[in-house]
């Protein structure tokens, strides 16, 4: 079967786009009600699985982060088909024009770049579709563009992580914290757990409510962010170069993050673009051609996306209106209130059972799921040449906390399949620390594709002078971190607590902290997810 790209277009006054996102939420039917308009008034269906909200034991829930991209279209385009930009529309915020059905309600944020869907009260089970009303900030446009946008509506699944006191380190993983307690009275934290100065009171420390991703980013998640950036943006958030993207990728499609596809990311060009004038369009294609067309029900999208630098993460975040997790949030999100026990892995015991992408049931579909089941099911200790499996494979209906690998909030896959990348690591001059609440993204990048919110910091190098290393001729000090292990490492760095990849190397050793000496670079095994 020859390989063919398609197209869902749906005429209701305007074309809209579906996007399916996450592990299994769904947004259907979306129509622009009153076209050639300002602030435009979209309707849609959404419906996901697994939801939850309750008032005892952990006091929580899930949610869906909605958030909207617009397109001009030029005057006269057929079928509104256009090339230009796609931009992120900010709400209106006018509960007058919002509404949402049964059982769910809505909660607008502060600078209007999404807002949150919840159920209302408590209650379990999945989320039926239900019928959304939403407002964007938006003129009409002008010649030479038509008065009406194309949109696209995504939706990501979140987890809310309410505000309370945790005890963060255990005293015994690997380079731990200090076994302290965060709670209201925390403000600056003095050295500790290989952080080389004292932490600023601005900085997350985990202690206040947020938002954290239920899931890791997928591969379906990262295709869709790829198919509404620019030519130019495109380059830089794939392994492709410019040639590559402009040339015919063929029946097969040619792989978009590693040359050969490997470890199950399964990420194509199946459609070239045409240097600045027409982006390349992206697909799933795990079951690869000739016998299978791309984004076929097997071809892995809900895999978590693997093969992700530094900066595709922190451009992916900004791009949705999110941003990186703290050292210290990944300890809150695996441990909650609960006291530290010493070796703990993220579902609060010390038993663990391997899970890997070799031994599946239903390989690369929406069902995916581990053949092995067990207390603590993680995918860790396996080969380098296998992969990582679907975000959520080791929850079912019938699982609690220990035998779906959950944290404690009910966040999936904390620990192992993918590395999670977050901000802290050790620490020169507080350039690790500088993150506020207040630095979230805008849903807008630089016109190379890259992130541009402030005190999102990485890595730099330092000479042995700056660092007090008189054995080292340079010496990297990170200002981020890997936690949580991944379907190839060991089962020790699961734990809640293990820090072993936090970057601040003894003297006269500079270890590949999965990025390297050559800068940031995309690995098999490492991945993420963000939290507001």
Not at 271 to 292: H, K, M, T, W, Y
Request: proline fraction near 5%; glycine fraction near 10%; charge should be negative.
């Amino acid at each position: 079967m020859k390989k063919r790209i398609i197209n869902l277009v749906f005429l209701m006054l305007l074309f809209s786009f579906i996007s399916l996102n996450g592990n299994n939420v769904r947004i259907m039917n979306v129509v622009n009600t009153n076209p050639g308009e300002a602030n435009p008034i979209l309707t849609f269906d959404i419906a996901w699985d697994n939801s939850w909200r309750v008032s005892t034991g952990p006091s929580n829930y899930d949610a869906v982060w909605i958030f909207v991209k617009y397109q001009k279209v030029p005057v006269g385009a057929p079928n509104c088909e256009s090339y230009l930009e796609w931009h992120h529309a900010k709400m209106k915020n006018n509960s007058s024009e919002f509404s949402v059905g049964s059982p769910l309600t809505y909660n607008f944020v502060s600078d209007s770049v999404g807002i949150f869907l919840y159920r209302a009260t408590d209650g379990i089970g999945n989320i039926d579709t239900t019928h959304v009303t939403i407002q964007v900030n938006l003129p009409i446009p002008t010649s030479p563009y038509d008065s009406i946008y194309n949109f696209k509506v995504f939706a990501i699944e979140m987890v809310y992580i309410p505000q309370g006191a945790f005890e963060l380190g255990d005293g015994i993983s690997s380079y731990s914290f200090n076994s302290i307690v965060i709670d209201n009275s925390t403000t600056t934290l003095s050295p500790g757990g290989r952080v080389s100065g004292t932490i600023p009171a601005e900085f997350p420390k985990g202690y206040q409510a947020f938002y954290c991703m239920k899931y890791e980013v997928s591969q379906q998640q990262y295709v869709d962010f790829l198919n509404t950036l620019t030519f130019d943006q495109q380059i830089n958030r794939t392994i492709l170069s410019a040639t590559q993207l402009a040339t015919n990728p063929g029946l097969s499609g040619v792989c978009a993050m590693q040359a050969s596809c490997l470890n199950r990311n399964s990420i194509k060009l199946i459609q070239e673009g045409v240097n600045n004038s027409r982006p390349g369009i992206f697909a799933c294609d795990l079951n690869s051609a000739p016998g299978d067309p791309f984004n076929s029900p097997n071809d892995g999208q809900t895999i978590a996306m693997n093969y992700l630098s530094l900066a595709d993460l922190y451009s992916y975040l900004d791009w949705a209106g999110l941003r990186p997790m703290t050292n210290f949030e990944f300890e809150k999100i695996a441990r909650g209130p609960l006291s530290r026990i010493g070796n703990e892995f993220i579902w609060g015991t010390t038993n663990i059972t391997q899970a890997q992408s070799t031994s599946l049931n239903n390989p690369g579909t929406t069902s995916e799921t581990s053949s092995v089941t067990g207390p603590g099911l993680a995918a860790y200790g396996s080969s380098t040449s296998n992969g990582p499996l679907r975000v959520g494979f080791s929850a079912t209906s019938s699982t609690d906390r220990e035998n779906s690998g959950a944290a404690y909030y009910g966040v999936m896959n904390l620990g192992g399949n993918v590395w999670e990348m977050v901000v802290g690591g050790s620490n020169v001059n507080n350039n690790g620390y500088k993150l506020t609440y207040a630095d979230l993204g805008n849903g807008e990048l630089t016109t190379t594709g890259d992130y541009d919110v402030s005190n999102w910091q990485s890595y730099q190098s330092y000479s042995y002078s700056t660092v007090g290393c008189p054995c080292c001729g340079n010496y990297i000090k990170w200002h981020m971190e890997l936690r949580g292990g991944s379907y190839s490492s060991a089962a020790t760095t699961l734990r809640t607590s293990d820090r072993s990849k936090n970057a601040s190397p003894p003297c006269g050793s500079i270890p590949d902290m999965g990025f390297g000496n050559a800068g940031d670079r995309r690995l098999s095994d490492v991945g993420g997810r963000g939290v507001r």
